[in-house]
């Protein structure tokens, strides 16, 4: 039948998700056990309000419910697709994946710490960044008393590396 002959509130809303974080295409889905045992705990809190959904509008529990299954269609796939990274596998005197860094900022003598995590993991105010960050990107492989500058524009940053932890 001609989409002309369907009434305008017939038509299925199509549910609008935001993209999980940015994973570049051909890039493995790294993660560590804590970022996978979360990328979990979320589904089971969809799973759980999917089932707690509100039935006495049929129209607002198809809605939610669309809403609801694209965004574990989403995670489904993240899931899936993780290669969990154990990290006391990693070499203990070397920047690497899932490691905890302690940072000297030499322009303000500034001392800062971040692990080097999934992209679903990274969350900059606990200090976790995406192995795909510019930054983690110029520490992998970096020794304590390195140093490792990130280009940023006119200014390079210079990071001295204090301590490394797995």
Do not use: C, W
């Not at 809605?63 to 596998?89: E, G, P, S």
């Amino acid at each position: 039948m001609s989409r002309g002959f369907v009434k305008e509130d017939d038509q299925e809303e199509i549910p609008i998700v935001p993209p999980r974080a940015d994973l570049p295409e051909g890039v493995v889905n790294y993660m560590t056990q804590v970022g996978m045992k979360e990328l979990l705990t979320e589904k089971q809190m969809l799973v759980n309000e999917k089932s707690n959904l509100d039935s006495s509008n049929e129209d607002e529990h198809r809605i939610a419910m669309n809403h609801i299954n694209a965004k574990l269609q989403l995670l489904n796939n993240r899931i899936v697709t993780a290669k969990i990274v154990n990290v006391n596998d990693q070499a203990p005197d070397e920047i690497r994946f899932g490691a905890l860094i302690r940072l000297k900022i030499e322009a303000n003598k500034n001392i800062q710490t971040f692990q080097i995590v999934g992209v679903d993991e990274a969350d900059i105010s606990k200090g976790k960044i995406s192995f795909t960050s510019p930054l983690a990107k110029v520490l992998i492989n970096k020794k304590i008393g390195d140093k490792a500058i990130l280009k940023r524009g006119q200014e390079d940053l210079v990071f001295e590396i204090i301590d490394i932890v797995y």
